[in-house]
């Protein structure tokens, strides 16, 4: 009995989603039976049978056109379609009449399957959070309470197999995530004590315990469920127009029909019967439907795409902006690079042992929280070497940290804390050649001189090269706008391949030089993912954050890769580059189709039937065009 009470609102939702499709389908029936019913001569039960198959067909139409000319206070493409297919019956073609509200329902039931094929992204998305969670009690125990109920700082069990509930981190145990819902990726994420967890993510091989992080309203599915819906709502300026075009379309399409069906009659001779006939006839040809179908099921098409592979638009206006970007922005670090130094040369006195002295400055960098402390603490667990324990320090901000091991005095810092002329004697000047290679130098000195240096370097992201590659062939330019000193930014510029590069930016000055960019290029794009680089993105014509960025950032943006992969960045130019191609030739498919046909009936070469086909069949093929960006963009 439950299990069919649970499956019920499912099946209704099911077959509700397809009501327009059956309603036409039914339509279709109808209208079949009722001409062969009537093939050899009109019959009432025929009659009676074309008005069921309007009413059912058109119902949906109808309603929807109804209802945006009373909110709108100006008639639409649907009324025009209502018009025409009550014209048809009045002067007897009950048939062609109801066969254009048929084709009208099969195109409006093929434009709600377009919408619902979006919709689903969200679905699928919204689907996966979990709605309840095995929330730890005081006494150790466990139980299970909704999600929504939870609070930040609430402990909660997650056995094998379940899906994470909300944003937060490991306190207790080890296990493998697949966080493919997040990224895309595959292959499962190894998670131990305070890593990061994901609601919605799957925990596949360890019994875990975590500690919820943020509300259940601010996780990370649903900022992604949001920025989607907000994407499907948002339109592309080409659909702004095409919409605002429509109202005044159709008046001149009215004022139009009511001029033919009078003055043929006079200017031509022709008789009333024709005379009303090819009004009817132009009223059908002249509607644009297919024009107002080229831009919107594409659009959608396109989000629902970029929503499957980690790319997600705010709208169709920052979709179509992204088609015309000649160049593109990027912050260095966290961006361009992964933002966490690594050490990447150890050099000591030549008189002194290597795993001494590093388990000597491991034990020195472990007691602060520096990124390049934490850097060298991991290189020095990687070599397999123990930290000295126990050394007493001074932090000396700006300059370094000043240690004490045995009375003797140790100094951790840049060349100014611990002598620029021994730094220059030091292995024939080593740290100057590190420095000309973009690297962050760290210096150590004792009672005798330099002990060691060690030199670090934000590392670029294994993707990036490929991108910058993929965005030249587009014909796209990139410009490196970095916090970074000159020769830093010049070693990364060259690594990546970047047009060019402008080092030592603050976030005023990023923002000063993106618009010298917009002056230049026209549109600009800005890659970026912290606090300082928000008023920039803002600034450029389509700004794009990384999905492990900000907040702030991932609020700003206009398009996001959730993946944090660069080269997804060329993939969502294409797909805007490929959407704007396939709305152009709807565009000037659809409004060939009216003039061709416009110009036929006036030279009485078209039919109704012919008409209607001619018509609808156009509307059906814009349509199908645009759901080809559905597919995969090469």
Not at 123 to 143: C, F, H, K, N, Y
Not at 198 to 226: C, D, H, R, W, Y
Not at 425 to 438: A, M, T
Not at 442 to 453: F, P, Q, R, T, W
């Amino acid at each position: 009995m439950t299990t069919q009470t649970k499956e019920s609102p499912q099946n209704l939702a099911h077959w509700t989603a397809h009501l327009e499709l059956i309603a036409a389908i039914l339509a279709g029936i109808l209208i079949l039976a009722a001409w062969l019913i009537g093939k050899d001569e009109s019959s009432t039960l025929s009659i009676t049978l074309y008005i069921i198959a309007f009413l059912i067909g058109g119902f949906a139409k109808a309603k929807e056109g109804i209802e945006e000319t009373i909110a709108d206070k100006q008639l639409n493409v649907e009324m025009l379609m209502v018009f025409a297919a009550i014209g048809s019956a009045v002067i007897g073609y009950w048939a062609e009449g109801a066969i254009l509200i048929f084709i009208f329902a099969i195109s409006g039931a093929l434009e709600t399957f377009t919408l619902n094929k979006s919709h689903k992204e969200i679905s699928s998305l919204m689907e996966l959070q979990p709605e309840e969670a095995w929330l730890i009690q005081r006494d150790g125990s466990t139980v299970k309470v909704a999600t929504s109920s939870l609070s930040v700082g609430s402990r909660i069990l997650v056995k094998p197999g379940e899906r994470i509930p909300v944003d937060g981190t490991v306190i207790k145990g080890t296990t493998s995530v697949d966080m493919s819902a997040i990224n895309g990726e595959s292959v499962p994420v190894s998670k131990a004590e305070d890593d990061e967890l994901f609601a919605g993510t799957v925990n596949i091989s360890g019994a875990i315990q975590m500690e919820m992080t943020k509300p259940s309203t601010e996780t990370l599915f649903q900022k992604i469920i949001a920025l989607v819906q907000n994407a499907q709502s948002e339109k592309s300026p080409s659909q702004q127009f095409i919409e605002k075009f429509e109202g005044t379309y159709v008046k001149i399409v009215i004022f139009t029909v009511i001029v033919m069906m009078f003055l043929p009659h006079y200017l031509f001779d022709w008789d009333w019967t024709t005379t009303f006939y090819r009004a009817i006839v132009l009223l059908v040809v002249a509607s644009p439907c297919a024009l107002v179908a080229s831009i919107m099921p594409a659009t959608l098409a396109a989000v629902s795409n970029g929503a499957k592979r980690g790319i997600l638009f705010k709208g169709g206006v920052h979709l179509e902006h992204l088609g015309s970007l000649k160049a593109i922005a990027f912050d260095k670090t966290g961006t361009l690079t992964s933002g966490k130094p690594v050490v990447t040369d150890f050099v000591v006195r030549e008189n002194a042992d290597a795993e001494q002295v590093l388990a000597l400055l491991s034990g020195i960098e472990a007691q602060s929280n520096h990124p390049l402390a934490v850097a060298i603490v991991k290189y020095a667990e990687e070599q397999g070497v123990f930290q000295r324990k126990n050394p007493q320090i001074e932090d000396v901000p700006g300059y370094g940290i000043r240690a004490f091991i045995d009375s003797e005095e140790i100094l951790v810092g840049n060349p100014r804390f611990v002598g620029t002329k021994l730094i220059d004697e030091f292995h024939d000047g080593i740290v100057h050649n590190l420095s000309n290679e973009g690297k962050t130098v760290v210096s150590m000195k004792d009672s005798e001189g330099i002990l060691a240096v060690i030199a670090l370097k934000d590392t670029l992201r294994p993707e990036a090269i490929q991108a910058i590659k993929d965005l030249k062939h587009l014909g796209i330019q990139s410009i490196m706008l970095t916090g970074d000193n000159e020769k830093t930014a010049r070693t990364i510029a060259n690594e990546a391949g970047l047009d060019r590069y402008v080092a030592e930016c603050l976030p005023e000055t990023k923002v000063k030089e993106l618009k010298k960019l917009l002056t230049e290029y026209g549109e600009v794009g800005m890659v970026g993912d912290g606090i300082n680089d928000a008023p920039a993105l803002a600034t450029a014509t389509s700004g794009i954050a990384m999905g492990e960025g900000t907040d702030v950032a991932l609020e700003t943006a206009d398009v996001v890769l959730m993946q944090n992969d660069l080269t997804r960045i060329s993939y969502a130019v294409k797909v805007s580059k490929k959407m704007q191609r396939i709305v152009k030739q709807n565009v000037f498919f659809s409004v060939a189709v009216i003039a061709v046909l416009i110009i036929s009936n006036f030279m009485q070469v078209v039919d109704l039937p012919l008409g209607v086909i001619g018509h609808e069949g156009s509307t059906i093929l814009v349509i199908l065009n645009g759901l080809r960006l559905l597919n995969k963009v090469e």
